[in-house]
C-alpha cells in the first residue's frame, strides 16, 4: 500500500478532504513546540483552515522536542496527516496540509533554531505539557532545580529545555534587531500564558550575563507578548486498530494520524506583539479576557470530568462513555452543572447553559475512549481550582453545597479503597492523603474522624474552607451515603 504523501494526495478517495490550497507557495509564519496528537487535533487545524481560506501565510514549522518519533512519521509523509473526526455514529476523515515542515529539537537543532530566527516568524506557539513549562507553582517561579533547566542555565547556547531554546531565541533576535515574536501557549492550565511569560523572565533573569544581550529581561517584558488561552478539544492516543481504519478509508498508509472529535475550543487574549492569523475566521475566540472562560471550562467541564471519573469509577464503570449512560449519574451531571453555573459572573455575557449542553453531549460519545481511571488520577490536581471555588461561592451565597460536598465525598471513599487494597493512587498528589487514611483504619475509618482530618488539609482545601464546619458537616453526610448504602462501593446511588 502507498503511502500519504503530497505526490500521493490524488489517489484518495472523494470522500477525503484534502488540502485545496498551494502548500509549495503557503508561507511559514508561526512556529510550534510540541507537534504531538493534541496540536495537530487543534491549532494545525486551525491554521489549515486559514490556509484554505486565502490566508497564504500561516502554514507551520512544527517541532518534535525529544526523541524522534512524530517527526519521523510525519517527514516522509511531507508533513501530511489525517484527521478523524468521530462524533460516535459516523467518522468524517480529512487530509491536514498546515505543517511545513516537521523538525526535531535533538537531531535538528540548527534548523530549528533558524526557524524561530526567521524575520518571518511572528507568533511562536507551544503544547509541552505542564512539566515542560518547569514551573514551581509553590514559588510562583521557574524550577531551578529541574536537570535541564540547570543545564541551560550552565550553557544556555545549547539549550535543551523548551524554556531554555525560547530564551535563547529572543536573546538572539534581540540582538539581531529582529521584530519580537507573540509566545501563545497553548497547553491546559490555569493562566498559561502567564506561566510561560513567568518562567522565561526568571530564566532570562538568571542567564542574561550568560545570553550576552544587556537589558534582555527589561526588553522581553516590554516587547513579547504572552497571551493566555484556552483550548479543548478531545484526541484519544491512537491505537493499531486506528491505523487499519484509516487506511482503509485512505487506501493509503498513514503513520501518524489524530483522532478527534466534532466539538473544538479555542479562546485566546487578543494581545499580540507581531502581526497575528486571523484565528477568528477560523472559529476561535479573540477577547480581552479568557478569565471568564477559564471559570466557566474550570466549574463546568474540568469539574465534570473530575466527577464522571469519580462517580463511574465507584460504579464500576471503566470509561466516562459507560458512566454517562447511568442515568443517576447524567442526572447528577446536570444539577452539579447547574449549580456551578449559577456562581459565574454575572456580566461576562456567556451563555454558560448552551456550553453546559455541548459538554454533556461529549461525554457521551463512545469514539472517545477516556478512562474513569484517567480522570481520577487527576483529582488533586482539578479539585481546588474547578470544585472548591463553587463550594465557597455558594456556602457565600447562603446555597446548598449538597452535590459538591458529594464529589468531594466520592473522592473521600475512592482514598478508602485504594487505602484498603494497599495500592499506590494514580493521583501523586493524594499520596499522603491516602496515607492518612490507611493510619486511620482504611474501609474501617471512622467516617467522622476520617473527614476530619483530610479536610484539615489547608494544602488541598484552603485555609478557610478547611475550617469551615457547614462544609465539613456535609462531606460528613454524603460519605456516610456511600457507606450506609453501598459498604463495598461497588455501586453508587448519586444524589439529584
Not at 500519504?4 to 509564519?29: F, I, M, N, Q, W
Not at 526535531?104 to 507551544?126: F, I, K, R, W, Y
Not at 468531594?408 to 495500592?423: C, E, K, P, T
Amino acid at each position: 500500500m502507498n503511502r500519504l504523501s503530497e505526490k500521493t494526495l490524488v489517489e484518495l478517495p472523494s470522500t477525503v478532504a484534502k488540502p485545496g490550497y498551494d502548500r509549495a507557495a503557503a508561507g511559514v509564519r508561526m512556529v510550534h513546540l510540541g507537534a504531538g496528537a493534541f496540536f495537530r487535533s487543534h491549532l494545525a487545524v486551525y491554521a489549515d483552515d486559514l490556509l484554505e481560506q486565502g490566508e497564504a501565510d500561516w502554514g507551520v514549522c512544527a517541532v518534535s522536542l525529544k526523541s524522534p518519533g512524530v517527526d519521523q512519521a510525519l517527514a516522509p509523509q511531507d508533513g501530511l496527516y489525517t484527521l478523524l473526526v468521530d462524533d460516535g455514529r459516523k467518522t468524517r476523515a480529512r487530509v491536514i496540509g498546515s505543517l511545513k515542515p516537521v523538525l526535531n529539537l535533538v537531531q535538528q537543532g540548527e534548523q530549528v533554531m533558524a526557524a524561530l530566527l526567521h524575520p518571518d516568524t511572528a507568533v511562536v506557539s507551544l503544547t509541552i505539557t505542564h512539566r515542560g513549562y518547569c514551573y514551581d507553582p509553590a514559588g510562583d517561579c521557574l524550577n531551578q532545580a529541574l536537570p535541564e533547566i540547570n543545564a541551560d542555565l550552565r550553557t544556555p547556547e545549547r539549550p535543551q529545555s523548551a524554556i531554555g531554546v525560547l530564551a535563547w531565541a529572543i536573546a538572539q533576535r534581540q540582538a539581531r534587531g529582529l521584530k519580537p515574536f507573540t509566545l501563545l501557549s497553548c497547553d491546559n492550565m490555569p493562566a498559561n500564558g502567564k506561566v510561560l511569560q513567568r518562567v522565561l523572565a526568571h530564566y532570562i533573569e538568571q542567564a542574561e550575563p550568560q545570553l550576552g544581550v544587556p537589558g534582555l529581561l527589561r526588553q522581553f517584558m516590554e516587547q513579547y507578548a504572552c497571551p493566555c488561552t484556552l483550548v479543548d478539544r478531545m484526541t484519544p492516543q491512537v491505537q493499531e486498530a486506528d491505523l487499519e481504519r484509516t487506511a482503509g478509508i485512505l487506501g493509503l498508509h498513514d503513520a501518524a494520524p489524530v483522532i478527534t472529535e466534532p466539538y473544538a475550543l479555542f479562546v485566546i487574549q487578543d494581545w499580540f506583539c507581531n502581526d497575528r492569523p486571523p484565528l477568528e475566521n477560523a472559529g476561535a475566540i479573540l477577547t480581552p479576557h479568557v478569565g471568564p472562560y477559564e471559570e466557566l471550562r474550570y466549574r463546568l467541564l474540568d469539574a465534570g470530568y473530575l466527577t464522571l471519573g469519580l462517580l463511574g469509577s465507584l460504579a464500576g464503570c471503566q470509561t466516562l462513555y459507560q458512566a454517562m449512560q447511568k442515568p443517576e449519574i447524567t442526572l447528577f451531571m446536570v444539577g452539579l452543572m447547574a449549580d456551578a453555573g449559577v456562581t459565574l459572573e454575572k456580566h461576562t455575557g456567556i451563555a454558560w447553559e448552551e456550553y453546559q449542553q455541548q459538554w454533556l453531549m461529549r461525554f457521551a460519545n463512545p469514539s472517545l475512549r477516556v478512562s474513569t481511571r484517567q480522570l481520577v488520577a487527576e483529582v488533586s490536581q482539578v479539585l481546588p481550582y474547578a470544585v472548591l471555588p463553587v463550594v465557597a461561592d455558594r456556602l457565600r451565597q447562603g446555597l446548598s453545597i449538597d452535590r459538591h460536598a458529594r464529589v468531594v465525598a466520592a473522592w473521600l471513599r475512592h482514598l478508602m479503597q485504594v487505602s484498603a487494597s494497599q495500592a499506590v493512587s494514580d493521583d501523586m498528589g493524594a499520596g499522603p492523603l491516602a496515607a492518612q487514611i490507611r493510619a486511620l483504619g482504611g474501609e474501617a475509618a471512622d467516617p467522622y474522624e476520617l473527614t476530619e482530618t483530610v479536610l484539615a488539609s489547608s494544602d488541598i482545601f484552603g485555609a478557610t474552607l478547611s475550617e469551615d464546619l457547614e462544609f465539613r458537616r456535609c462531606v460528613t453526610t454524603q460519605l456516610l451515603d456511600f457507606l450506609d448504602q453501598f459498604p463495598s462501593a461497588t455501586h453508587l446511588r448519586t444524589s439529584g
